[in-house]
């Protein structure tokens, strides 16, 4: 049993430390003329208070948890992550994660929320999530 294990971790550690090379990036301008078509989404995993300042219209917010049950169930569906910036990382963490789900057609904005505002490209916000307040005795 051990063994079937250690080879099975061997057999996809490539995979897992070189899915990065399977997602591409795509620029902002094609992100803007994609994000109205169908089978395509747009997801956004920046945290909640970014999220509702300003995101990608119609885009889907993932900030963390189960992958695979926020993901669109079509596996041909095209999917571009982006997160704040070139410097996060979380775009292209989810896009590998996506990728290990079998997902074929994988994006990655690196531009990111932050030049995409800056590029003048629409936005809209979320209402606030109402958090729950905890009361200490």
């Known amino acids: 049993m051990k063994l079937l294990l250690h080879i099975t971790v061997l057999l996809l550690l490539p995979a897992v430390l070189f899915a990065g090379d399977f997602f591409q990036p795509v620029p902002m301008a094609d992100v803007a003329r994609l994000m109205k078509r169908p089978g395509v989404a747009i997801i956004d995993v ?3 208070e970014l999220w509702e300042k300003h995101h990608i219209p119609g885009a889907i917010h ?3 948890g189960n992958l695979a049950k926020q993901l669109p169930a079509d596996m041909s569906t095209t999917l571009i992550f982006y997160c704040a910036g070139p410097l996060c990382l979380e775009g292209a963490n989810m896009a590998t994660d996506a990728i290990m789900l079998g997902y074929h ?3 990655i904005m690196t531009d990111g929320i932050f030049t995409w505002v800056k590029a003048g490209y629409p936005v809209e916000a979320a ?3 109402k958090r729950h307040r905890t009361v200490k005795r």
Do not use: H, L, Y
Request: net charge neutral.
């Open 46 to 48: 920046n945290i909640q």
């Open 62 to 64: 993932i900030e963390s």
């Open 105 to 107: 057609r994988v994006f």
């Open 127 to 129: 209402a606030p999530v």
